[in-house]
């Protein structure tokens, strides 16, 4: 008895060298080879930040790194040592104050993400790799009619969804093409 199955649906045919093994871009970036060669950190849709957890580890981290400063000023004012007690409280408060900024760095990080998100997934939702050209494309030419390289899609994809400051030096660098409906400014870039 022969099954049938749904039939497979239609591969989209990249605009550039007209293959048709493309995949989407979320296929294509949990493939583990393009995590092998990067590829899958230059079609993400968003940057990476870090979690509430890391952020609980690094307040825990600064909070012992202040306690061994404080740990050096009591030792100072119980041996009658002053540059101890001096050094270890200045120590003491550079320490909380590295701490607390890079904890409210990080959430200020994930509020920008968090609002970029929805449009980032949007752009990312409908857009293919086509790995005999190494390009990607949008298979219904919305926003996009052309092929754009994996780091004018991240530059594009990251713009639009306000995210664009947060581009390395590399993908800052390329130009996208001509007639790109760029928005400008795209999702806020500040929280």
């Known amino acids: ?3 049938v199955g749904a039939p497979e649906p239609a591969r989209a045919q990249c605009p550039g060298c007209g293959g048709t093994e493309a995949r989407t871009v979320q296929e294509t970036r949990a493939d583990p080879a393009s995590l092998r060669d990067g590829l899958s950190d230059r079609l993400a849709s968003e940057p ?4 509430r957890g890391d952020s609980w580890l690094h307040f825990v981290e600064g909070a012992l790194m202040t306690g061994v400063g404080a740990g050096l000023a009591y030792s100072g004012v119980q041996g009658d040592k002053p540059l101890y007690t001096i050094g270890g409280s200045l120590l003491a408060v550079l320490l909380l104050v590295g701490t607390v900024a ?5 959430a200020r990080e ?3 993400v968090a609002a970029g998100r929805a449009r980032a997934e949007e752009l990312s939702r409908s857009a ?3 790995p005999g050209c190494a390009s990607v494309f949008y298979a219904d030419s919305t926003p996009w009619p052309g092929v754009l390289t994996p780091d004018q899609y991240q530059k594009y994809v990251w713009t639009e969804a306000g995210y664009g400051t947060r581009l390395d030096a590399r993908a800052k660098d390329v130009a996208l093409p ?3 409906p760029v928005r400008q400014g795209g999702a806020p870039d500040h929280a």
């Open 1 to 3: 008895m022969e099954s």
């Open 48 to 51: 990476g930040v870090a979690s």
């Open 102 to 106: 890079v904890i409210r760095g990080e």
């Open 110 to 112: 994930r509020r920008v």
């Open 128 to 130: 293919s790799y086509c």
């Open 178 to 180: 001509d007639g790109i």
